[in-house]
């Protein structure tokens, strides 16, 4: 029988489409269901773990395609299925170590800089005036994000004092932590990595449209393929291993004060639509593949 493995997904957009398409390329079945689909049941039988009656302590792997919003509950659950999943030696991609710790921009950042590489100065609260000190003390141009989010959604980069006030008043109010971050200037271009495994599957440089900051391709941004250096790899794959990700899109900023590059932020669970339109990597096979070997 072909390998049978499951994608916990939050709708049935183009990365769902690719996996489907790239299970017939490496021979195995795929079921894409909805993660707050997942059901568990314990005692009066033996335990499972569910999502539209396929049992996934049944399956040869887990792939985490995304982790949709829920309330605090909701994912706290969705979490501790998966830790079971993978105390039940179930291949989880990504661990859920590395799927708590990279969601959160801070615990990942500090995980970073623990590891000793290069990161942007940052600030973190609840404070609206502790986050103005910082705001002055990290230069006054500053990048305000949420702890919580990916694809460029929801940064706002201030450098106006007033503007910032009113910003982290506002996030105050909603009581939203405060994830200040110094802006590093650049050449309106950054790196990402996709890391598998312990190696650099491929990378790509994305260039900000013009007149913009975010070079996110899906706001807009411009990616071609890239060979990494051999400082930039080595900062891309210890950047995975220090969040736990055996699967991680990696950001590397060049800081054209110095030529050096910092690392941004990894994500557990990454996107690489721009990566396979550039480079021509089947990005979707070859993490399916990865699951299959594991679990060999």
């Known amino acids: ?173 909603i009581d939203a932590v405060l994830y200040v971050q110094q802006h590093i200037p650049n050449n309106g271009h950054d790196l990402r990595a996709f890391v598998l495994n312990g190696r650099v599957l491929g990378a790509i440089r994305r260039t900000a449209p013009d007149g913009q900051w975010r070079t996110n391709v899906s706001l807009g941004g411009r990616a071609e393929a890239l060979l990494l250096d051999p400082e930039a790899e080595r900062l891309a794959l210890r950047a995975a291993q220090s969040v736990g990700a055996r699967m991680a899109g990696v950001d590397l900023l060049p800081d054209s004060r110095t030529g050096r590059l910092v690392v941004l932020e990894v994500n557990a669970v990454p996107g690489w639509r721009a990566l396979s339109a550039a480079t021509g990597i089947d990005v979707a096979a070859a993490l399916l593949d990865d699951l299959i070997r594991w679990h060999r």
Not at 110 to 130: F, I, M
């Open 1 to 173: 029988m072909p390998p049978h493995l499951v994608a916990l997904v939050s709708g049935t957009g183009w990365h769902v489409q690719d996996l489907i398409r790239a299970s017939q390329v490496v021979g195995c079945r795929l079921d894409p269901l909805p993660f707050p689909s997942l059901a568990a049941r314990i005692g009066g039988g033996p335990a499972r773990i569910e999502a539209r009656q396929v049992n996934l302590l049944g399956v040869d792997g887990v792939l985490v395609r995304m982790m949709p919003p829920g309330s605090l509950e909701q994912v706290v659950y969705r979490m501790d299925a998966l830790h079971r999943l993978e105390a039940r030696g179930i291949p989880v991609l990504n661990p859920p170590r590395a799927v708590e710790a990279a969601v959160d921009k801070y615990l990942s950042l500090a995980k970073l800089d623990a590891a000793g590489l290069p990161v942007p100065p940052t600030w973190v609260g609840e404070s609206a005036r502790d986050a103005m000190d910082a705001f002055h003390a990290l230069g006054g141009d500053v990048v305000l994000k949420p702890l919580f989010g990916a694809e460029g959604r929801g940064l706002v980069r201030l450098s106006n004092p007033d503007l910032a006030l009113r910003a982290f008043r506002a996030m105050e109010r």
